[in-house]
């Protein structure tokens, strides 16, 4: 199983960025998915998740109304939209599939990328 983010990078506060996802080795459609970020000297947080009939979203009240959690199941690949971006969104930032559980614990997801830094300056 191999989980790939990208689309990380330096942005100004009020920015935007989108970061992928590619997922391998299981089948895409069989999973929800799940966003988190860590920053320095915080605990890895949830940000968003999707189940895997795109039916339902879930976010982090921290993020609510500015990120957008998607999925191309035909693509093997979520998304986060992230848009108004705050230099407390500074953060490397992981994707990983669900298991069973609440969206918002990390010990519902067995699967885990290796990250992206999304760096937003003020």
């Known amino acids: 199983v191999h989980l790939l983010e990208s689309g990380g990078g330096l942005v100004q506060a009020g920015g935007f960025l989108r970061l992928s996802c590619a997922v391998s080795g299981l089948p895409f459609t069989n999973y929800a998915m799940g966003w988190f970020r860590h920053a320095p000297g915080k605990e890895r947080e949830f940000v968003a998740g999707?189940?895997?009939?795109?039916?339902?979203?879930y976010y982090a009240d921290s993020v609510k109304g500015r990120f957008t959690i998607s999925r191309d199941n035909a693509k093997n690949t979520a998304y986060l939209q992230m848009n108004s971006l705050r230099p407390e969104d500074t953060a490397v930032y992981y994707c990983?599939?669900?298991?069973?559980?609440?969206?918002?614990?990390?010990?519902?997801?067995?699967?885990w990328g290796q990250g992206t830094q999304v760096t937003v300056s003020s």
């Open positions: 999707i189940n895997f009939l795109r039916t339902s979203t």
């Open positions: 990983a599939t669900h298991n069973r559980g609440a969206f918002a614990s990390r010990e519902s997801y067995d699967n």
